[in-house]
């Protein structure tokens, strides 16, 4: 897997994005772009949860992408509140389906403040089938967005997550779960806390099981 893993740039809005990317051999393999915790908070594509996601869509025969955002390690620019994250993963997903335009289907992940950025990227673009949302914080950003959530997907996030009130992510549960049309999965990890600390091999397993469930389906 390590031999076939690439360190490349990809042109983006801000300059140049420092990316990893995973080939698979299939024509028709499923991609997924996986989306890093908070650039001002020490977040890169590197981060041990970001490389664990990276390693299951692998591990499920999908070619995967992460990317640095702006103005992180070598990625060009210097941190935009959001916005112009949001911008480099829009070009970061237009590069990966460009190299492979026979996928069969999109997914899109994220860790922390990436999966803010992920759900956005999601309400704009509508050939992303699925999503994997891991440790979301709805009592700092506004996820009311999600109305109507376009597509099925996880939440996972840990039971003792010190940074988000379990009481937010049960509000947030609540209301995704009178949408009809979609299903979104809401996951708890017995003692884990917002980073997954010495729980990674428990959320690989979550990862795992919704990956290969769902990616059966096409």
Known sequence: MVNKVSELFIPGPAGRIEAKYFKNNRKTAPIALILHPHPQYGGTMNNKIV???????????FSVFR??????????GKFD???????DAAAALDWIEK????????????????????MQLLMRRPEINRFIAIS??????????????????????????????????????????TQTGIKVD???????????????????IV????IKKESTLY
């Open 207 to 210: 990862l795992d099981k919704y």
């Open 99 to 118: 190299g492979n335009m026979d996928h069969s289907q999109c997914w899109i992940s994220g860790f922390s403040f990436g999966s803010l950025i992920a």
């Open 136 to 177: 979301p914080q709805p009592n700092i950003y506004d996820f009311s967005f999600l109305s109507p959530c376009p597509a099925s997907g996880l939440m996972i996030y840990g039971k003792n997550d010190e940074l988000v009130p379990l009481d937010n992510f049960n509000s947030l549960n609540k209301r995704l779960s």
């Open 67 to 76: 990317i640095n955002f702006r103005g992180v390690n070598r990625s060009d």
């Open 81 to 87: 509140n959001g916005q112009g994250e949001l911008s």
């Open 186 to 204: 809401f996951q708890e990890i017995e003692g884990a806390n917002h980073f997954f600390s010495n729980k990674e091999k428990e959320l690989s």
């Open 51 to 61: 490389f664990e996601i990276f390693k299951t869509f692998i591990k499920n025969e």
